[in-house]
C-alpha cells in the first residue's frame, strides 16, 4: 500500500488522542504527512572544533577537552559561574547565570568532556553560555552528526510530542519503507537530482552537509516543479474551454472621453496597459489580467478607459472594491470624468438604502446602469446585471481567491476580469498565486510627482515635529495622522485615535479637525472625509482604514504614529495617501526609542525606499511568504512545505519552464512517459481542494 494511503495510527505507539493532535495541529493525517513533515533547523555535531580555530562566526561549536578551574564572578544578581575549559589548542570561557550551585559537582576537572553550546561574546570575549556537557568516555558517536529539529507547538508537547518524538516517529517510517520516486529518471537525469528516497532520508537524517543540501534542492525543485505543472495546466485548461465576449470596436464612448474629458495625457504605462487590455478584449476568451502599479500611479483611469470599452461594444462594466470609503470616493470621481457623456453610474454598497437599492438592482437588470460601482455586495446572487462584460477589482489583495471567481458566474459567458493592487507582488509570488493570471504592469508614476519625503522621528522629538507641522498648516497644507488602533484595552497600550483626537485638538485649537475609524457608522465616515475633501477641516485623524485607496492630492503630509507597529506594505500604503500632487510630500514615521530588530528594519527600508516593488521583495525578505497581504488565502502557499519563495527564485524558475516545456508537449498529460506526473498531480489537487476547504 502507498504510505499516502496508511494513516498516521498504524503506527507503534500513535493513539487516537495523538493522532488527532497531529492531524489539528500540523495537519499530519497519512504516514506520507509525516515524512513531509521537515526539520526547521539543524543542529550541526559532525564535527570536533580546535579552540585555536574558533572564529567569531560559527555559532554552535563542538568541544572535545578539559574544565581546567571555576570561578565565582559578579554580585548579587549578577552573580555567575565560570570556568575555563581547555582542550590543548587553547582556552576558552564558560558561564552559568543560573542554576549554577551544582555544577562544579557534577563537572569535575581535569576530566574530559564533549562539550556542546552556543557562541558568545560576553564582554568582549568569546564565551559559551549554559554549555552542554558529556563525558567523553559516555559519548556515543552516533551523536556525532548532523541533527533535526522539529516545530512542534504547546499542545504537541501536552501528549509528548516533541522534537525527538517526531524523531522517533519519522525513524519508524523510514525503517519500514522506501520512498517511491514522483520524477522521471530523464528529469531526474537532466537536472542532477538525487532520488526521492535518498532526500527524504537526508532531509531528516543527514549524511554530510553536502547531502543535506542535495536533499533541500531535490525536495524544493519537486514542490516547485509539482506547484507550477498545477497552476499552469489549469490556465492551458480554462484558455481553451473559457470563451469571452468580443469587444470588437472602440466606439465614441471611449473616443469622446479620451478627445474631451481626459483631464490629463496618460503616462506611457498608463498607454502600454489600455493596449494590453485592448488586445486581451479582442480575442474571444475571457481576459483574467492583473494590474500592479504602485500607489499613485493612476489605476482608476485604467479602469475607467477599459470599462468604456465594454460600454461602446453595448456591455455594462462593473468594479468592485473593498471599502465603503472608497467606492464612495470612485463613484464620485467616475461620475464627475464621465459627465456630459451620458452615461448612467451608480452606487451600491452594505449601506445603500433599501428603496434606492431596489431601484438599482431593477435599472441593472434591465440595462439603464452602465456603470456599477460596489463593494462587495455586487457578488451577492441579488445583483443581476442585464449584459455584464467587464468587472475591475480595486485592492484585489484584500479580496481572497474565491470571491474573484464568484464574478464570474454573473453573465452567461464570464466576463472579463481585471484585477488591480498597489501591493505589488513579488515576481515568484506573482507566478505562484496568480499563475493563472496575465500581469501587466504600471511602472512610473504621473508626470510631476516627486518622491515621499520620508522621516523617521523618535517620540520624545514630536514636540518639534508639531512645531513644524504648524508652520504647514499656516500656509494651507493638509494632514494626516494615523493610529494603529481606536482605544486603548487593557492590553496594549499604545496611542490611540480616540485620544490622539483631544490631544491635537489641543495642541491645535485654531485649526478643525476630523477624525474616522473603523467603528464609526458609514454615514459618519463619509461625512467626516467629506469635510477633509472641501478643506473645511486641515487635519485628519485616523487608523488605518485610510489605507486603501484614499486620494485627497491636497493632502500633503501624513504622520504615522507608532510607525514600528505596522507592516512593510501598510506603511507605504499608508504613505501613499499623500504624494498625490505636484507638491513636494512628506511622511513622518513615529516611534518609541526602543525598537525592536525588526521593525527597526523595516522603518529603515521605508524610509530609504519608495518604490513599491523593492519595497514588497523587502517584505518578503523580512516576512517571508505566507504572511504577505493576498496570499493567506492561497491554497498553493499554505502548500508549501520547503521551497522559500525569496530565496529559491533560481529553481522556481527552473522548475516552471521544465512545466511549461512539459504542458506544451503534451497539454493534459495524457502520454505515457507522463504517467507519473499526473497521479502525482491528481494527488496533490485533492489535498489543495481539501486544504482550501479548510481555510474557506
Ligand atoms: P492609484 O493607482 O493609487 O489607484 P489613482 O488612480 O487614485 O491612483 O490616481 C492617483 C492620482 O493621480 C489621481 O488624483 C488621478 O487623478 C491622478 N492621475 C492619474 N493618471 C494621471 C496622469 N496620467 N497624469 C496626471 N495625473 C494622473
Ligand atoms: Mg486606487
Redesign the pocket.
Known amino acids: 500500500m502507498e504510505i499516502n494511503h496508511i494513516k498516521i495510527t498504524h503506527l507503534h505507539g500513535i493513539g487516537s488522542q495523538k493522532a488527532e493532535i497531529l492531524r489539528r495541529e500540523i495537519n499530519v493525517i497519512s504516514l506520507k504527512d509525516m515524512i513531509y513533515y521537515f526539520p526547521y533547523k539543524y543542529i550541526d555535531r559532525s564535527k570536533i572544533f580546535k579552540i585555536s580555530d574558533i572564529k567569531n562566526k560559527t555559532t554552535y561549536i563542538q568541544l572535545k577537552g578539559k574544565i581546567l578551574h571555576y570561578k565565582y564572578e559578579g554580585k548579587g544578581n549578577s552573580k555567575r559561574l565560570t570556568a575555563i575549559f581547555n582542550d590543548n589548542t587553547g582556552n576558552i570561557k564558560l558561564i552559568w547565570f543560573k542554576k549554577f550551585s551544582h555544577i562544579p559537582y557534577l563537572y569535575k576537572i581535569g576530566i574530559e568532556y564533549i562539550l556542546f553550546g552556543k557562541q558568545n561574546l560576553f564582554k568582549k570575549q568569546i564565551t559559551i553560555i549554559h554549555p552542554k556537557l558529556e563525558l567523553k568516555n559516555k559519548f556515543h558517536e552516533k551523536k556525532l552528526g548532523i541533527h533535526g529539529q522539529y516545530n512542534t507547538t504547546e499542545k504537541m508537547k501536552k501528549v509528548t510530542l516533541h522534537s525527538h518524538a517526531i524523531k522517533q516517529i519519522i525513524i519508524q517510517i523510514l525503517d519500514s519503507t522506501k520512498i517511491q520516486e514522483t520524477l522521471n529518471n530523464e528529469i531526474i537525469n537532466d537536472y542532477n537530482l538525487i532520488n526521492l528516497d535518498e532526500a527524504i532520508r537526508n532531509i531528516h537524517f543527514p549524511k554530510s552537509n553536502d547531502l543535506l543540501e542535495k536533499a533541500k534542492y531535490r525536495l524544493k525543485f519537486e514542490e516547485l516543479f509539482y506547484l507550477q505543472l498545477n497552476i499552469l495546466s489549469v490556465t492551458k485548461n480554462r484558455e481553451k474551454h473559457l470563451s469571452g465576449f468580443f469587444f470588437k470596436r472602440v466606439g465614441n464612448y471611449f473616443n469622446n472621453f479620451y478627445k474631451k474629458n481626459l483631464?490629463?495625457?496618460?503616462?506611457n504605462a498608463?498607454k502600454k496597459v489600455i493596449r494590453e487590455i485592448r488586445h486581451d478584449t479582442n480575442k474571444g476568451k475571457q481576459m483574467n489580467r492583473l494590474l500592479q502599479?504602485?500607489?499613485?500611479?493612476?489605476?482608476?483611469?485604467v479602469a475607467l478607459l477599459s470599462i468604456l470599452l465594454a460600454i461602446d461594444n453595448g456591455f455594462q462594466g462593473s468594479i468592485m472594491v473593498p471599502t465603503e470609503i472608497l467606492a464612495l470616493q470612485h463613484y464620485e470621481s467616475i461620475s464627475h470624468l464621465v459627465k456630459n457623456l451620458n452615461i448612467k453610474v451608480a452606487l451600491l454598497t452594505g449601506s445603500t438604502k433599501r428603496k434606492n437599492r431596489e431601484e438599482i438592482l431593477q435599472k441593472l437588470k434591465n440595462g439603464e446602469i452602465q456603470i456599477l460601482i460596489g463593494t462587495h455586495t455586487l457578488i451577492e446572487d441579488k445583483v443581476k446585471f442585464d449584459n455584464l462584460g467587464l468587472v475591475v477589482i480595486?485592492e484585489q489583495h484584500r479580496f481572497g481567491v474565491i470571491q474573484r471567481s464568484k464574478l464570474w458566474d454573473k453573465n452567461k459567458i464570464s466576463p472579463h476580469i481585471l484585477v488591480?493592487t498597489?501591493t505589488p507582488i513579488p515576481r515568484t509570488l506573482a507566478m505562484t498565486i496568480y499563475g493563472d493570471l496575465n500581469i501587466s504592469i504600471?511602472d512610473e508614476l504621473?508626470?510631476g510627482r516627486k518622491p515621499v519625503k520620508t522621516f523617521h522621528i523618535y517620540e520624545k522629538k514630536k514636540h518639534e515635529l508639531y512645531n513644524f507641522i504648524r508652520k504647514q498648516l499656516q500656509i494651507g497644507k493638509q494632514i494626516y495622522i494615523v493610529y494603529p488602533i481606536i482605544e486603548n484595552s487593557e492590553k496594549i497600550d499604545l496611542n490611540n485615535v480616540k485620544e490622539g483626537f483631544n490631544t491635537i485638538k489641543n495642541i491645535f485649537p485654531e485649526y478643525n479637525i476630523c477624525m474616522i475609524h473603523g467603528k464609526m457608522k458609514q454615514e459618519e465616515k463619509n461625512t467626516e472625509i467629506k469635510k477633509f475633501i472641501s478643506g473645511s477641516t486641515q487635519i485628519m485623524v485616523a487608523t488605518s482604514v485610510i489605507e486603501v485607496?484614499i486620494?485627497i492630492?491636497n493632502a500633503s503630509i501624513i504622520i504615522i504614529e507608532n510607525a514600528d507597529r505596522f507592516g512593510l506594505s501598510q506603511l507605504h500604503q499608508l504613505r501613499?495617501r499623500v504624494g498625490?500632487s505636484s507638491e513636494q510630500s512628506l511622511c513622518f514615521l513615529v516611534t518609541p526609542s526602543k525598537l525592536s530588530n525588526n521593525a527597526y528594519k523595516r522603518l529603515n527600508v521605508i524610509t530609504k525606499i519608495n518604490n513599491g516593488f523593492v519595497i514588497a521583495e523587502e517584505d518578503l525578505k523580512l516576512r517571508g511568504s505566507g504572511s504577505i497581504d493576498g496570499t493567506k488565502q492561497s491554497g498553493y502557499i499554505l502548500h508549501m512545505k520547503i521551497a522559500n519563495l525569496s530565496q529559491d527564485e533560481q529553481i522556481l524558475i527552473r522548475a516552471r519552464n521544465l512545466a511549461i516545456k512539459i504542458l506544451n508537449s503534451d497539454p493534459t498529460l495524457e502520454n505515457p512517459q507522463n504517467i507519473l506526473l499526473k497521479q502525482q498531480l491528481d494527488q496533490q489537487n485533492l489535498k489543495y481542494q481539501t486544504e482550501l476547504a479548510r481555510i474557506s
Open positions: 483631464p490629463f495625457e496618460l503616462t498608463q502599479g504602485d500607489v499613485g500611479s493612476g489605476k482608476t483611469l480595486d488591480m498597489a504600471i504621473p508626470y485607496g486620494n492630492p501613499g498625490r
